[in-house]
């Protein structure tokens, strides 16, 4: 907070626009529970300046995908979601531990590898599915991935940017703050149905006022903002 002048005021845009995504998603634990300003800024404290709109849901369940050759996927029922980039990056020698949480995170290297192998840039992004274990998790991957510089997070996400009708969607589903939490599950699945198109009432698109979705990054980290993957999928 002290160093990117961060803080609820930031946090508070990514959990409402995570929340408006699962009230258009049935199988979202928070589908039917909206989330106003003041609901986020009247929330308890789960550790200051931590309120628990800003964790992660603790859920069980179940979710899978399936990886094939694109020769294979071509005759399959539904379209593939192609694996067009993906990398991954470890910047920390003792995973379980980090002595810093202002970056950069393991998300600056990987992200680099998965673009530099897409030969692609974050112009041709249309939506991103990012590891939200916490609020905070999702601004600091979005500025390492490169959308935004150190400190610029609160202006970047002011006005809607993530959420139904903003230029860059993130966590469709929900997310691990209010659809469920499937570690990196949660992310790379919902990034395979939306390029897909079997999202329902969330699907990108005109029903949504977002783009269609061509190209959706997708990341999954651990370690305490160290070990981390990156992975794009493409629209055949």
């Not at 003041?38 to 308890?44: P, Q, T």
Request: proline share 7%.
């Amino acid at each position: 907070m002290h160093q990117f002048g961060t803080g609820p005021e930031t946090w508070k845009q990514i959990a409402m626009g995570q929340r408006k995504w699962a009230n258009l998603n049935p199988t979202a634990m928070m589908h039917d529970k909206p989330m106003s300003e003041a609901d986020y800024d009247n929330a308890r404290w789960i550790v200051e300046p931590l309120r628990k709109p800003d964790n992660c849901l603790i859920n069980d369940g179940g979710r899978a995908i399936i990886v094939t050759s694109l020769e294979r996927a071509h005759d399959l029922k539904q379209p593939p979601a192609v694996i067009m980039g993906m990398g991954m990056d470890n910047p920390s020698t003792v995973i379980a531990q980090s002595d810093r949480m202002t970056g950069p995170s393991g998300a600056k290297l990987a992200g680099e590898a998965a673009f530099s192998m897409a030969d692609i840039t974050l112009d041709n992004v249309d939506a991103c599915q990012i590891y939200d274990c916490f609020t905070y998790t999702v601004e600091l991957t979005l500025q390492d991935y490169g959308f935004f510089k150190p400190g610029e997070g609160r202006d970047w996400l002011h006005g809607g940017t993530i959420e139904p009708g903003g230029r860059m969607p993130v966590n469709t589903s929900g997310g691990q703050l209010s659809e469920a939490y499937f570690m990196g599950l949660t992310p790379i699945s919902e990034a395979a149905m939306q390029i897909m198109g079997r999202c329902g009432e969330r699907q990108l698109g005109p029903g949504t006022r977002t783009k269609p979705p061509e190209i959706i990054l997708c990341s999954d980290n651990g370690g305490i903002l160290q070990s981390h993957a990156c992975i794009l999928l493409r629209r055949l």
